[in-house]
């Protein structure tokens, strides 16, 4: 595998790091519900919120801890270990297709963050049987695509949230 799956474990750190917010709502110290910034209108931060409370979060979490699992086995190349996580992080992400639409404009990028995540999975698992290069260098980009939007739709949680 190339050196370039190696800026996935900085991308993957970085987007934990600045996921926590998009956890469930927690009330404030009062034990009253936190209240929303006013950057986000509240239909949207109450979308989101919801969102985030059916299961929302816990796809989001998902898809990181898959993610995580495919670097670790790719940095040094693991095969048998990507025949392992590349199919249950391919499973992870059609679950996550067929599951509620993420509210708002954040939702179309959460869409294509998706569809570039699943390529990269069906990436990964064709080089781990095949040990095939270009499928690996595929495996790569898509990801590299799949993070970035999957930020986006980080910033656009954080600011309806008001995080």
Do not use: Y
């Not at 299961?55 to 998902?62: R, V």
């Not at 069906?122 to 499928?135: L, Y």
């Not at 799949?146 to 949230?161: D, F, M, R």
Request: with cysteine; hydrophobic share 40%; net charge negative.
């Amino acid at each position: 595998m190339t050196s370039r799956a190696a800026t996935i474990p900085a991308c993957l750190a970085l987007l934990a790091l600045t996921l926590t917010a998009c956890g469930s709502t927690k009330p404030a110290a009062d034990g009253k519900a936190a209240t929303p910034a006013p950057s986000g209108s509240k239909d949207t931060t109450q979308e989101f919120r919801d969102w985030a409370d059916s299961g929302g979060s816990d796809t989001l979490d998902t898809i990181l801890t898959d993610l995580a699992a495919v670097q670790e086995a790719s940095n040094p190349a693991d095969l048998v270990a990507l025949r392992k996580s590349c199919p249950t992080m391919t499973a992870n992400l059609e679950v996550a297709k067929r599951g509620d639409t993420m509210p708002g404009p954040a939702g179309q990028r959460w869409t294509l963050a998706l569809e570039h995540l699943a390529a990269s999975a069906a990436a990964c698992s064709e080089g781990a049987v095949s040990g095939d290069q270009a499928a690996f260098d595929l495996m790569a980009s898509e990801m590299d695509i799949g993070i970035s939007h999957i930020t986006a739709v980080n910033k656009h949680l954080n600011e309806a949230l008001g995080s």
